[in-house]
């Protein structure tokens, strides 16, 4: 069935490192992906997205890789700051859905001083 | 301009209790979805609701129910509460003319005991 997973659990890097958060999904029908980032108490935070017929889409400080022959997808974060620390989740949309979104489990990156 | 609102921020209920969300979405956004995100895990979709009808549901038993008001604010409901329906109720809301990007409002904590 469709699933979105995640390597790692937990990931912790110095300030001002390179991060880099990895995604598995199962669904290669997927056309949409996002990274979300949520901290304690909060909702989840839009980062980036991109869509299948991407490999590659940068933000500010961030950039996300699709690699669609492994169904992977990865979030880096340039860097990285205490700002930064906070539970990050990849999200697809189901295939043939027009709305619905399914989450990982999420990676807690924890950015040391 | 304000994000997407819910209300209330947290609640307590006991078992057998009905429970009743509500969300209201960013100015001009006609798609509301709801998901619940028990502790330590993803979002996991419950309902999108678009133009006041549903348009998908996730594996959610009948005791959850929703619905959209012409405003385009939306309620959820759950009946007959069981400990397992403790989790962070997320809405989220998207504009129909964006490719799926959704903006999440800060979530309702319910606790039920």
């Known amino acids: 069935g469709e699933s979105v997973g995640l390597h790692l659990p937990t990931l912790s890097v110095q300030e001002g490192d390179n991060s880099i958060i990895n995604c598995a999904y199962s669904?290669?029908?997927?056309?949409?992906f996002i990274w979300y980032k949520q901290e304690s108490g909060k909702g989840p935070q839009f980062i980036i997205d991109?869509?299948?017929?991407?490999d590659k889409r940068q933000g500010q400080r961030v950039t996300v890789l699709l690699n669609k022959t492994v169904k992977h997808l990865s979030l880096q974060i340039a860097a990285t700051q205490p700002g930064d620390s906070a539970v990050y989740f990849c999200?697809?949309?189901?295939?043939?859905?027009?709305?619905?979104?399914?989450f990982g489990k999420g990676t807690k990156l924890s950015v040391k001083p | 301009d304000a994000g997407v609102t819910q209300s209330p921020t947290h609640l307590i209920k006991t078992r057998g209790q009905h429970v009743t969300l509500r969300c209201s979405p960013i100015s001009g956004h006609k798609s509301v979805s709801w998901y619940q995100q028990v502790l330590g895990q993803g979002p996991q979709f419950i309902f999108q609701?678009?133009?006041?009808?549903?348009?998908g549901r996730g594996n959610f038993p009948d005791r959850f129910s929703a619905r959209q008001f012409p405003n385009y604010s939306s309620e959820l409901n759950v009946n007959a509460l069981l400990l397992g329906d403790s989790a962070l109720y997320l809405c989220a809301s998207k504009s129909l003319s964006s490719y799926n990007e959704q903006f999440f409002g800060p979530g309702t904590r319910l606790t039920v005991l």
């Open positions: 991109i869509r299948s017929n991407m």
């Open positions: 669904n290669s029908a997927s056309d949409y």
């Open positions: 999200a697809e949309r189901g295939a043939g859905s027009q709305g619905n979104l399914i």
């Open positions: 609701y678009y133009e006041k009808e549903e348009r």
